[in-house]
């Protein structure tokens, strides 16, 4: 990019970041956002370097990098990172740009490599990052200590992977210990990718995070879903019946007797923890409710979970069950484009085809996935119409949304008014 367009594209966020701040100043809470927010490519850039460049992001599983050499990659909109195990069982975490002439590096969504080459003009570099071969024809004077990959910061807790792209990222140290506390029972060494997909959603990644985020629209949308999966978020929904209460009691008893935590634990709006029970009578999201694999996960002994329901804004949501785990990952492309990838974890001892059939294990998921897919693309259709004005939550039913939207406008309207003060 040239410093002309570099100029235009900086004097657009400015405008971006004042139509920003003028929008949410009025915004009635309890209310659905201004159109722009949902489809203009403007704030759509002001989301991803105000929001995905500042945020702690769900990146992936540390069992997908189970020993040296293991890396997986992701871009977090035009920023392709490399997550690697390296010496020593370290985590690393780099900006996936070789430092030639600015090649991707990695190529593959993972892989295993004894060290990080650049295709394009054979650069080599150490797991660490350090840059250790560039080629005779730099001079003799070249110092390889200067140009090694440029870091990411990378933390890793209860198995999950969090990426952060601002030079000094806030403290996460709370959610860490909760997520080892909380998932300590499946011993997350112990486990596996036993199958993965990936989905385009034509919405904007709000629509898809706010659809998450309430259960108001499962009955009309996901039978396969409510075979299984109770409407409530936990015996605090203002919705929830007597009877539902009283389950909740009842597994909580059990969860207690096998010491698995299961209390609502918030970190803000950004995290929330809990476990709630499953319908009576059924153990995991499956078809038909029953085991979908037979190994259980780590120590556990009953296949009777629950679910334990992870959340962490912006971008990911997780549903932990007594035979597995179901992880979901949500990643902008665009103002009005988003992917969605879903990874279904086991004991890593399960056998596929023996213990697990993958394509059972799947289905529920991939049918709630494919709804909320068009769900959210209808969404954005009638948005992006002249008609479209916020609308209001049900305080009952959305509380959930409610909740995001208010942590979004509060981060959005927190990063703008740092990144003013540090460009004046």
């Avoid at 890593?348 to 068009?374: F, H, I, S």
Wanted: one cysteine or more; hydrophobic letters at 35%.
């Amino acid at each position: 990019m040239n410093l002309i367009a570099s100029s235009q594209l900086n004097s657009h966020l400015i405008s971006a970041r004042e139509v920003a701040t003028t929008l949410l100043s009025r915004r009635e809470p309890g209310f659905s956002l201004d159109q722009p927010f949902y489809n203009d490519s403007q704030i759509f850039s002001l989301d991803m370097q105000e929001i995905f460049e500042k945020e702690w992001l769900f990146a992936g599983m540390t069992c997908e990098i189970p020993t040296k050499g293991n890396f997986i990659t992701l871009d977090v909109g035009d920023n392709p990172i490399i997550i690697v195990r390296g010496a020593e069982n370290r985590i690393h975490a780099f900006h996936n740009v070789c430092r030639h002439r600015g090649s991707r590096i990695c190529l593959n969504e993972k892989g295993k490599v004894a060290k990080l080459v650049c295709g394009y003009h054979q650069w080599t570099y150490e797991l660490d990052g350090r840059l250790l071969f560039a080629g005779s024809d730099m001079g003799e004077d070249f110092d390889l200590a200067s140009y090694g990959l440029k870091p990411v910061n990378v933390e890793s807790a209860g198995g999950f992977l969090f990426v952060h792209l601002d030079d000094n990222p806030p403290s996460i140290d709370q959610l860490l210990e909760t997520l080892d506390h909380y998932l300590e029972p499946y011993q997350m060494d112990n486990v596996k990718v036993a199958v993965e997909s990936s989905i385009i959603e034509q919405a904007n990644w709000k629509l898809v995070i706010e659809n998450n985020r309430e259960c108001y629209h499962c009955n009309g949308s996901h039978p396969e879903l409510l075979n299984s999966l109770q409407e409530f978020d936990d015996s605090d929904d203002p919705r929830a019946t007597q009877s539902y209460k009283e389950l909740v009691a009842r597994k909580q008893a059990d969860w207690d007797k096998e010491n698995i935590p299961w209390q609502l634990k918030r970190i803000g709006k950004r995290n929330r923890l809990t476990r709630t029970p499953l319908l009576d009578g059924t153990v995991s999201m499956t078809m038909d409710g029953k085991q979908g694999c037979k190994k259980l996960m780590g120590r556990l002994t009953n296949p009777d979970m629950g679910s334990l329901r992870i959340l962490n804004l912006p971008n990911s949501w997780s549903h932990f069950m007594g035979d597995h785990a179901v992880v979901f990952r949500v990643l902008p492309l665009g103002p009005q484009k988003t992917v969605v990838t879903t990874k279904w974890l086991v004991h890593k001892d399960a056998v596929e085809g023996v213990d697990y059939d993958p394509e059972e294990l799947r289905k529920v998921w991939d049918a709630t996935n494919d709804q909320d897919r068009r769900l959210a693309e209808q969404n954005q259709r009638g948005i992006n119409s002249k008609a479209y004005q916020p609308g209001p939550y049900s305080k009952t039913f959305e509380f959930g949304v409610i909740d995001f939207v208010d942590w979004y406008c509060e981060r959005l309207l927190n990063n703008i008014e740092q990144s003013s003060a540090q460009s004046s």
